[in-house]
């Protein structure tokens, strides 16, 4: 009787670590989700920021709401509220998401991946979620200027970007990623923590 019980119990572990391995994500999934709330907190923190009157973003966006013109870039109203739109993504908004999505890739990582292996895929996401922005920022930027030489009778302006411009941005993809490593980190610490015996 004893022995029948002990093999019931011994079935049982195994199917409860069965069910306890296949509920974890493989390495793909966890980086997916990590991407998916660094978007999300990226999406809520902005629509935050133009929903709250007062803030740059509410303003910015009510201006060029009511303002239909090509040369509005021109404006320095314009280009003031863009520059504190920027300096808020930069020191709030990116950092905030970036470390959400390191979280979050960090809690769901799968036990067997190494803890290098997950803090690179972090570092790896990050710049990927970044080098990306950057792109589209250019690439709007680029836009724009195309829109306002054509607006003002084909003239063409050159389109350059400073120096100091292009070392501010490596240096934000730098912290930005280190960021999200920083948050793979944590997330990894806090699922350890709460999977330790007490």
Same mark, same amino acid.
């Not at 195994?14 to 990226?42: F, N, Q, S």
């Given at each position: ?5 002990s093999l ?16 974890? $994500?493989?390495? +793909?999934?966890?980086?997916?989700? %990590?991407?998916? !709330?660094?978007?999300? *907190?990226?999406?809520? #923190? =902005? ?8 803030t ?11 303002i239909?013109?090509?040369t ?17 993504e ?28 997950? $803090?690179?895929s +972090?570092?790896?996401?990050?710049? %990927?979620?970044? !080098?990306?922005?950057? *792109?589209?920022?250019? #690439? =709007? ?5 195309n ?33 999200c ?18």
């Open positions: 009787m004893a022995r029948t019980a019931e119990n011994k079935s049982a572990d195994r199917i409860g670590r069965g069910r306890a391995k296949k509920r974890e $994500l493989p390495l +793909g999934a966890a980086i997916a989700y %990590g991407l998916g !709330a660094a978007l999300a *907190a990226g999406i809520v #923190i =902005a629509l935050t920021l133009v929903l709250v009157p007062g740059a973003a509410h303003q910015f966006f009510s201006l060029v709401s009511g239909h013109s090509a509005l870039p021109l404006d320095p109203l314009y280009q003031e509220w863009s520059e504190k739109i920027s300096e808020e930069t020191l709030f908004a990116t950092p905030a998401s970036m470390l959400c999505g390191g979280l979050t890739l960090g809690w769901l990582a799968p036990s067997y991946a190494s803890r290098r292996s997950v $803090l690179l +972090g570092g790896l996401m990050g710049f %990927g979620v970044i !080098a990306t922005s950057i *792109a589209f920022v250019w #690439i =709007a930027g680029v836009a724009n200027q829109a306002l030489n054509h607006q003002q009778g084909g003239q063409q302006v050159i389109i350059t970007a400073p120096p100091e411009l292009i070392v501010k941005q490596a240096v934000a993809a730098v912290l930005w990623t280190a960021i490593v920083l948050g793979t980190w944590l997330g990894q610490r806090l699922r350890a923590r709460q999977q330790a015996p007490h």
